[in-house]
């Protein structure tokens, strides 16, 4: 693969993928409120895994505390 033309160190290499990069941040992203409207796909709210109560009895097991930070809890010295 390195010994193919297009993996070689080269002026126009260089200048083909730095204008390759520079189109990424110039293209417009994905319309997802478009496309949700489009097909009628029902997007839910975002919700942060932690908030949702399913997940939390899911993981609620499997859960540790790393040594050390039921101390910080216990002091206060994490909010």
């Known amino acids: ?4 033309p297009q993996a070689q160190r080269s002026l126009s290499n260089f200048t083909r993928a730095l204008v390759e990069f520079i189109k990424i941040g110039l293209t417009p ?3 997802l409120d478009g496309y949700a ?7 839910p ?3 942060l895994a932690l908030e949702d109560p399913a997940w939390r009895a899911s993981h609620a097991a499997k859960r540790e505390t790393p ?12 909010a």
Not at 37 to 43: C, H
């Open 1 to 4: 693969m390195a010994m193919l």
């Open 67 to 78: 040594v050390g930070v039921e101390r910080l809890f216990v002091a206060g010295e994490v």
């Open 29 to 31: 992203g994905y319309d």
């Open 45 to 47: 709210a975002p919700q």
């Open 37 to 43: 409207r489009r097909f009628g796909v029902a997007v």
